[in-house]
């Protein structure tokens, strides 16, 4: 299968290419890597010859492809997708950017969730297949098996954002304020005699300071949070809450749509995004049943049991980092009543968040014999 790929040095393009190293994909796939600044120079290791890196806004190579897929972002999405397809240009274009998710003749890609979805999407001719947003991936990675079941009535997902969703630089910059934070406490903190509140002072001194490092954040994210992700949009909502009752229906095929709605919060963590869900039922179902179907969503998702030390071990993003799992856990019936049903889950958001539904995209075509 011969494919384009395009935005393979960031991140979501590096965690993909690591995973269809470690898949082996590589020996069925005979890739053109495209870039928009280093035309001619080398391409990344593979283990297969590769011919020099392709201009990435050069149409006639790209239409060249049968399959294009590109974690470049929107905006080189926007300025190319049109101007392909316009020129007759019927290959599969796999996406990571937002830029065509809600296109009435694009699919979202999450084929464990929404198997049958792409499968009749791809019967009926459809060409543009596209990653849905990481919150909303991992929050139906988490608890699809009660929206397969019908049991939902409407969410709320509150959310702990990790900095990789806000890019490669905001995740470095979130380390080096953990850094310039660290330093400006160690003369106290090397100090067994010296209280936590100076320690406090110090840190909370340093976070308003000028110097204190914020040119990709924009604010302190170490020792606080950032209570607004994205654009803002109609009724007081951020674009990032927005998506989640725009694509998580379109995602299920919902109709009539289940409400969706929460506040989107980054936090400190590096690259798995959590979520404390509210789930309103429509039925009052036993614990034991609601955990079966939480747990029957997909082969990665992994009930954690509700106490504390599994809680504290396994749900955690500095337990999930890096790992295809989908930890769900706390779940429990919330006294608001008997039909509110609470869980907390943790996804690693460079991977089903991002590069693994576009990898398992690469072997739907190739099995089907597209792409040849
Ligand atoms: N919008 C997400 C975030 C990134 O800001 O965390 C991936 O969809």
Same mark, same amino acid.
């Given at each position: 299968?011969?494919?384009?790929?395009?935005?393979?040095?960031? +991140?979501?393009?590096?965690?993909l290419?690591?995973? +269809?190293?470690?898949?082996?994909?590589?020996?069925a796939?005979? $890739?053109?890597?495209?870039?928009?600044?280093?035309?001619?120079?080398?391409?990344?290791? *593979?283990?297969?010859?590769?011919?020099p890196?392709?201009?990435a806004?050069d149409l %006639?190579?790209?239409?060249q492809l049968p399959?294009?897929v590109?974690?470049?972002?929107?905006?080189?999405?926007?300025?190319?997708?049109?101007?392909?397809?316009?020129?007759?240009?019927?290959?599969?274009? =796999?996406?990571?950017s937002s830029a065509?998710?809600?296109?009435d003749?694009?699919?979202l890609?999450?084929?464990?969730?929404? #198997?049958?979805? =792409?499968d009749?999407?791809?019967?009926?001719?459809? /060409?543009?297949?596209?990653?849905?947003?990481?919150t909303?991936s991992?929050?139906?990675m988490?608890?699809?098996?009660?929206?397969?079941? #019908?049991? *939902?009535s409407?969410?709320?997902?509150?959310?702990?954002?990790?900095?990789?969703?806000?890019?490669?630089?905001?995740m470095?910059?979130?380390?080096?304020?953990?850094r @310039?934070l660290?330093e400006?406490?160690?003369?106290?903190?090397?100090?067994?005699?010296a %209280?936590?509140?100076?320690?406090?002072?110090?840190?909370s001194?340093?976070?308003r300071?000028?110097r204190?490092?914020?040119?990709a954040?924009?604010?302190? /994210?170490?020792?606080?949070?950032l209570?607004?992700?994205d654009?803002? +949009?109609?009724?007081?909502q951020?674009r990032e809450?927005?998506?989640?009752?725009?694509?998580?229906?379109?995602?299920?095929?919902l109709n009539? !749509?289940?409400? +969706?709605?929460?506040?989107?919060?980054?936090?400190?963590?590096?690259?798995?995004?959590a979520?404390?869900?509210?789930l #309103?039922?429509?039925?009052?179902?036993?614990l034991?049943?609601?955990?079966?179907?939480?747990a029957?969503?997909? $082969?990665w998702?992994? *009930?954690?049991?509700?106490? $504390?030390?599994?809680?504290?071990r396994?749900?955690?993003?500095?337990?999930?980092s890096?790992?295809l799992?989908?930890?769900?856990?706390? =779940?429990?019936k919330?006294?608001? @009543? !008997?039909?509110?049903?609470?869980?907390?889950? *943790?996804g690693d958001?460079?991977?089903?968040?991002?590069?693994?539904?576009?990898?398992?995209?690469?072997?739907?075509?190739?099995?089907?014999?597209?792409?040849?």
């Amino acid at each position: 299968m011969r494919v384009g790929f395009v935005g393979w040095r960031g +991140m979501v393009g590096s965690v993909l290419r690591a995973r +269809m190293t470690e898949e082996g994909d590589w020996s069925a796939i005979d $890739p053109v890597f495209f870039s928009t600044s280093q035309v001619g120079a080398p391409a990344p290791e *593979v283990g297969r010859p590769c011919p020099p890196l392709a201009d990435a806004h050069d149409l %006639d190579a790209l239409a060249q492809l049968p399959v294009l897929v590109s974690c470049q972002g929107s905006d080189w999405t926007r300025q190319v997708h049109g101007p392909l397809r316009a020129r007759g240009w019927r290959g599969h274009f =796999i996406d990571a950017s937002s830029a065509l998710r809600l296109k009435d003749d694009a699919v979202l890609l999450l084929d464990p969730i929404n #198997g049958p979805a =792409i499968d009749a999407a791809l019967d009926a001719g459809t /060409l543009d297949l596209v990653g849905a947003n990481c919150t909303v991936s991992l929050m139906l990675m988490a608890v699809g098996g009660l929206f397969a079941r #019908g049991w *939902v009535s409407w969410v709320s997902a509150m959310t702990y954002q990790a900095a990789s969703g806000a890019g490669a630089a905001q995740m470095r910059e979130l380390v080096a304020q953990m850094r @310039d934070l660290g330093e400006a406490a160690a003369p106290l903190l090397d100090d067994p005699a010296a %209280d936590a509140l100076a320690i406090e002072g110090r840190v909370s001194a340093r976070l308003r300071d000028p110097r204190h490092p914020t040119a990709a954040l924009g604010h302190p /994210l170490a020792g606080s949070l950032l209570p607004w992700i994205d654009a803002p +949009m109609a009724d007081g909502q951020s674009r990032e809450e927005w998506k989640a009752m725009a694509e998580g229906n379109k995602l299920l095929g919902l109709n009539p !749509p289940v409400p +969706m709605d929460g506040l989107c919060v980054r936090t400190g963590s590096l690259r798995c995004h959590a979520q404390g869900l509210t789930l #309103g039922l429509n039925r009052d179902l036993p614990l034991d049943v609601l955990e079966a179907a939480i747990a029957d969503s997909t $082969p990665w998702t992994r *009930v954690i049991p509700n106490q $504390p030390e599994p809680s504290l071990r396994q749900l955690s993003p500095a337990a999930v980092s890096g790992s295809l799992d989908i930890a769900v856990g706390r =779940i429990r019936k919330l006294k608001t @009543d !008997p039909r509110h049903l609470g869980a907390f889950t *943790v996804g690693d958001q460079l991977l089903w968040g991002a590069a693994e539904p576009l990898r398992r995209a690469l072997q739907i075509l190739r099995k089907r014999g597209l792409g040849a």
